[in-house]
């Protein structure tokens, strides 16, 4: 089992940041890659950004490419996202995930970002 905490969330203006941090605990040697996701009201759960954990290699969304940066303390299981230039469409509940290869294993409780216009 994994735990996942995020924490970092929080409302702010349009062209303003924020960092998303999320402390992974239990059996964290299991995590082939960690991931960010988002869910705004009425829409489903998208893929943000991942990193994998063995060479820092990333992947982001096409929507946030440029203004959000994952980046990851392997000594801390933890992984971070920055986000930049934020935009009111950015509002959504931020989600942590692990996983594998081939699937997303764990999810964090998540935290809720507003971005007022």
């Known amino acids: 089992q994994v735990q996942l905490v995020e924490s970092g969330g929080g409302l702010v203006q349009a062209g303003g940041s924020l960092r998303l941090s999320c402390a992974a605990s239990?059996?964290?040697?299991?995590?082939?890659?960690m991931g960010w996701f988002r869910q705004a009201p009425g829409k489903e759960r998208e893929f943000v950004a991942a990193?994998?954990?063995?060479?820092?290699?990333?992947y982001y969304a096409d929507s946030v490419k440029g203004r959000f940066t994952i980046s990851r303390d392997n000594a801390k299981h933890t992984i971070y996202l920055r986000m930049n230039s934020l935009k009111p469409e950015d509002t959504a509940a931020y989600y942590c995930?692990?996983?594998?290869?081939?699937?997303?294993?764990?999810w964090g409780q998540g935290t809720q970002v507003t971005v007022s216009s």
């Open positions: 995930a692990v996983g594998d290869s081939n699937s997303w294993s764990y």
């Open positions: 239990g059996r964290t040697f299991s995590s082939f890659r």
């Open positions: 990193i994998r954990r063995s060479d820092g290699s990333t």
